[in-house]
């Protein structure tokens, strides 16, 4: 048994049961169905065929842009399955398509006239545009000085957290920190001098009226101080004072302690410096009481009545 030919199994594969309507062969095939609509792609794709090229325009079978063209009527998409379905070769497809219109019929009519038919079809299209290069765009950045960075550091902290000598507490800051840093920017306005000042003073005034009353004369160590001892001692609160002051503690009742001792700019300079003028104050006091005053006769008949 001879193997059929290769038109033969084409035809098979499209016919599968082929009725009387139906041609009896390939090339009968090829004559009612196939050339018809080479014919039709023909006039559409160049116009009348009043030239080579249109008479001849060398359709490749294996070709993916003029299978495409031909794809649009039924039988050929239909051959074009087929060839897929029996995977045929290139060769083996430009063997079998020799028909008008193929590749296969341009390359005999070249040959038979000696000529080359020029194809036209990309004539009108440019060459496609190449794309541009791949370019990077350098962006000069000159950082600024580390003292000019240190001075937009210090005035945009100072911008956050201050405006008009009013503290603002910024938004990763809690309230708690913020009131510490600013009791100790406070502390820090006052220099030692000025700390000194008041128990200097007060220390003075109570060693002159020591002086005073060893000499015999009536003359009282501090009224206020001893109409506030008074007070104090009657409220009960001395001895917790004492204790604050020996501990180290913050004293809770600084603000009942005689504004002899606070000086009135510390009182316009705010509660922080009039605290701390009242603790040094009170500390002067009771070193002077216990361990700086001598221990007089005069002093000790007047501490035994």
Request: hydrophobic share 30%; charged share 30%.
């Amino acid at each position: 048994m001879r193997k059929p030919s290769l038109a033969q199994a084409v035809y098979n594969a499209t016919f599968p049961r082929a009725r009387a309507c139906d041609p009896g062969s390939f090339a009968a095939h090829i004559t009612r169905n196939l050339v018809p609509e080479v014919r039709i792609e023909t006039n559409t794709f160049y116009g009348p065929l009043d030239s080579i090229e249109a008479q001849y325009p060398g359709l490749d079978y294996s070709y993916g842009p003029h299978r495409m063209r031909l794809g649009r009527f039924p039988w050929h998409r239909r051959l074009f399955q087929v060839f897929d379905k029996l995977r045929l070769t290139e060769t083996e497809i430009n063997e079998l398509c020799c028909w008008e219109g193929t590749k296969s019929a341009r390359k005999r009519y070249e040959a038979e006239e000696g000529i080359t038919v020029q194809d036209t079809t990309g004539s009108g299209v440019r060459p496609a545009t190449p794309p541009p290069e791949p370019s990077a765009v350098v962006h000069h950045y000159d950082p600024c000085e580390p003292e000019e960075e240190l001075e937009l550091d210090i005035l945009e902290q100072m911008i956050e957290t201050r405006s008009d000598h009013t503290v603002r507490a910024s938004e990763s800051r809690g309230s708690s920190s913020v009131v510490s840093d600013f009791r100790a920017e406070e502390e820090e306005d006052y220099s030692d001098d000025e700390m000194e000042s008041c128990g200097v003073a007060l220390n003075r005034r109570l060693f002159d009226a020591m002086a005073a009353r060893d000499q015999g004369a009536n003359v009282p160590l501090d009224e206020d101080w001893e109409q506030w001892l008074k007070e104090a001692g009657e409220r009960g609160t001395f001895g917790d004072m004492v204790h604050a002051i020996r501990a180290g503690q913050p004293l809770n009742f600084v603000p009942e302690a005689p504004t002899s001792a606070i000086r009135h700019s510390d009182l316009h300079r705010g509660p922080r410096a009039a605290t701390v003028s009242a603790e040094q104050y009170l500390f002067s006091d009771i070193l002077a009481n216990s361990i700086a005053f001598p221990q007089t006769p005069s002093h000790t008949r007047r501490t035994a009545r």
